[in-house]
């Protein structure tokens, strides 16, 4: 199936540092959706946008809706342990068969520095 | 209040099993949708179901998964009969509508031998 670029596949932090991740697409989005997930539990919604241009933060998270509404991106500021996990970007689409369907990006995965 | 609920959350069978995977969506979404993950694949969507209808069975692999939701709190996924390449996290979601938010259960990890 379609999927969303998105990038990096994974990165490693350390504690205090900024993260920044992103997600890209040839398609136009009506929404876009950033998911967090743990070992052995689902995606947890993290930030929903709604609209092109849109910023929006949930705590040290920021998460932006491109303005051409073909990419978004997640920074998460000063990061925490409990902040590795695997982050997914995903969005509606506007037309097309599929229309309606939620697309996933495979993922960003976050590890902490050794 | 509850989220999505997903039975069993383990399941390992031998091949040409059935499997019966259950969920219970969030009172009061409308939407319903099964997925599969895997390494290779990724998320992937099954099936949708909106006020208890399939929409959507373009993703459903084979004539060997079924899935039904006989009411607005339960929906079922069956495979009949397994095979090991079904070996997968099966993940329920639900929302308000097919646009909207969509809230995921913990999952199924199922192990076909």
């Known amino acids: 199936g379609q999927q969303l670029n998105q990038s990096p596949q994974s990165m490693f932090i350390q504690e205090g540092e900024d993260v920044s991740m992103n997600c890209t697409s040839s398609?136009?989005?009506?929404?876009w959706l950033w998911y967090k997930q743990d070992p052995g539990e689902g995606p947890v919604l993290l930030i929903a946008?709604?609209?092109?241009?849109e910023l929006t933060s949930n705590g040290r998270l920021t998460a932006q809706f491109g303005i051409t509404r073909k990419d978004s991106f997640l920074n998460i500021s000063a990061s925490i342990p409990s902040d590795v996990g695997i982050y997914f970007c995903?969005?509606?689409?506007?037309?097309?068969?599929?229309?309606?369907?939620?697309?996933f990006g495979k993922g960003t995965k976050l590890s902490v520095k050794p | 209040d509850a989220g999505v609920i997903q039975s069993p959350r383990h399941e390992v069978t031998e091949m040409g099993q059935e499997v019966t995977l259950r969920c219970k969506p969030i009172?009061?979404?409308?939407?319903l949708f099964w997925y599969r993950q895997t390494m290779m694949r990724g998320l992937e969507l099954l099936i949708y179901?909106?006020?208890?209808?399939?929409?959507?069975d373009s993703g459903m692999p084979e004539d060997r998964f079924s899935a039904k939701m006989p009411n607005a709190s339960f929906s079922t996924l069956k495979i009949q009969p397994s095979e090991p390449r079904d070996s997968a996290v099966y993940f329920c979601?639900?929302?308000?509508?097919?646009?909207?938010?969509?809230?995921f259960g913990d999952g199924t990890r199922l192990s076909i031998l």
């Open positions: 946008l709604y609209k092109a241009g």
């Open positions: 179901f909106n006020n208890n209808v399939p929409i959507d």
């Open positions: 398609s136009i989005f009506n929404t």
């Open positions: 009172s009061g979404h409308n939407s």
């Open positions: 995903a969005g509606h689409r506007s037309y097309g068969g599929s229309q309606g369907n939620l697309i």
């Open positions: 979601a639900s929302s308000l509508g097919r646009d909207q938010p969509q809230h």
